[in-house]
């Protein structure tokens, strides 16, 4: 599987602080006193790649397992975790929404506010019977996105930056799939914030979500 890093970006600038000198009189005594103004809240820090204000992961509209088509907006409200995957994988990708399933487990009570997107680049194989039979292996709440023709696969992959390629087996049938084996998070307000390499903890994803949530 190929592991990749998210696409360079422009960190944002840390807000400064102005300081001004007053001179305050007390008694008759002038008294140099340095004021603060302007001041911002210190910026948040997160274990994983702070990503926000890229300019891409920002749209689709696909249709679920469940036969509903799918856009950022309908998750407003929660965290999203997007990952992409097949659901023949035989280690990257189960073990990712194993990881995915425990994040849920360590937020406790706001695991509600959690929504994992499954995107398969492997539609041909991926039915809507198969992937809602995956998702119940892992959570029932998590929702499979399947693009419906090739062409829609090819503009979602072009959008989120990921990789994907067809490996071809002994049969027509057998092949396997290369892709990106990290995974987007989005804040409640439906904007791109993190990206999370593959092999990153659940303990480490968990943290990050429960700072976009004490944040937005």
Known sequence: MSNQTAPQMVDPH????????????VLGTAIP?????GCS???VSFKSTDVT???????????DHLGKTRTLDDFKGKIVVMFFGF?????VCPTSMATLSEVKQLLGPQGDKLQVLFVTVDPERDTPDVLKAYMGNFDASFLALRPDSQEQLVGLAKEFKIYYKKVDGRTATSYTMDHSAGKYIFDTAGRVRLFSKYGSEAKV?????ETLLKNQ
């Open 14 to 25: 840390s807000p400064q602080r102005h300081r001004r000198l007053v001179i305050l009189s």
């Open 33 to 37: 006193v340095t004021l603060l103004t």
């Open 53 to 63: 204000d890229a300019e891409f992961a920002r749209k689709y509209e696909i249709p």
């Open 205 to 209: 994803i968990a943290a990050d979500i």
């Open 87 to 91: 659901t023949q994988c035989p280690d």
């Open 41 to 43: 809240p210190e910026p």
